[in-house]
């Protein structure tokens, strides 16, 4: 499936000395039309759930601070896949979104258990779409056996001419050891595209930035967002970052991690 651009209408842009705390939880969507260059300056605030910039297709937004993003937004560039594995009462839920589709057919739903992958269900695509999607799916585990302590999960997606690629993996740990905060990234070095792989024992907010080696913030994935807990997998575009070494921090209230990434193109 190519993941193009999405134009999804109205641009809201809520500029101003704004307090998160007083802010409506469902803010819409925002998208920075190609073309369109938006700078949010000092103790400005931008506010959204979602907000599409800084990918091909999109238009540029740039922000003088982390504070300039209001808390629970998420900055998603253009060809970002978003897949998450929670466990809550012996159910595994199984949630993503695409940010656009072409020719989608849909979603084989896959698990694998001690290196084997099976095909659990399906879930039909929206075809050919300009506007970001989200899907679920629910694993009641009724054919896994009790001593089994860890499952992972893929999406193999379809197109209607039958070409097909896999989204990254998600794990689950059916034993309660699902580590504290953990974090990795994938390949390494990266050109065009990074998979971040996020591990959260608890729901929390959670801020994802991209620096420079100077401390600078490149680029806000998701500030304050609430992760359930479980395993998370985001593909990031990175085709506008200049090469070079950077670091990727993921922040809560609680914890922060902080991994050594390379973009080479």
Not at 144 to 154: A, G, P, S
Not at 220 to 238: E, K, N, P, Y
Request: glycine fraction near 8%; aromatic fraction near 6%.
């Amino acid at each position: 499936m190519t993941k193009r651009t999405i134009l999804t209408g109205i641009l809201a842009l809520l500029l101003g000395m704004l307090l998160p705390s007083i802010l409506s939880a469902q803010r819409g969507t925002i998208t920075i039309p190609q073309g369109a260059s938006i700078s949010v300056p000092q103790s400005a605030v931008i506010c959204a759930d979602t907000i599409f910039a800084n990918g091909t297709g999109h238009g540029t937004l740039t922000l003088a601070d982390p504070s300039c993003l209001c808390s629970g937004s998420v900055v998603i560039p253009v060809e970002m896949l978003t897949f998450s594995a929670t466990l809550q009462k012996g159910v595994v839920h199984l949630a993503w979104t695409t940010a656009t589709e072409t020719g989608n057919y849909g979603f084989e739903v896959q698990r694998n258990i001690d290196g084997a992958w099976n095909t659990l269900g399906f879930v039909e695509g929206r075809g050919t779409t300009t506007k970001a999607h989200s899907y679920q799916f629910t694993d009641k585990l009724q054919d896994v056996q009790l001593e089994t302590t860890q499952l992972r999960y893929r999406l193999k997606q379809i197109d209607l001419d039958g070409q097909y690629e896999y989204s990254p993996e998600v794990e689950v740990r059916l034993d309660g050891t699902l580590p504290q905060f953990a974090l990795g990234s994938f390949p390494a070095p990266c050109n065009d595209q990074m998979t971040v792989r996020l591990t959260v024992a608890e729901t929390e907010a959670t801020s994802i930035r991209l620096h420079d080696i100077a401390g600078h913030v490149v680029m806000i994935i998701a500030q304050d967002a609430v992760l359930a807990a479980g395993s998370h997998s985001m593909m990031v575009r990175t085709a506008e970052v200049p090469s070079g070494p950077y670091l990727l921090v993921v922040e809560s209230r609680e914890d922060r991690r902080t991994e050594k990434i390379v973009i080479r193109h």
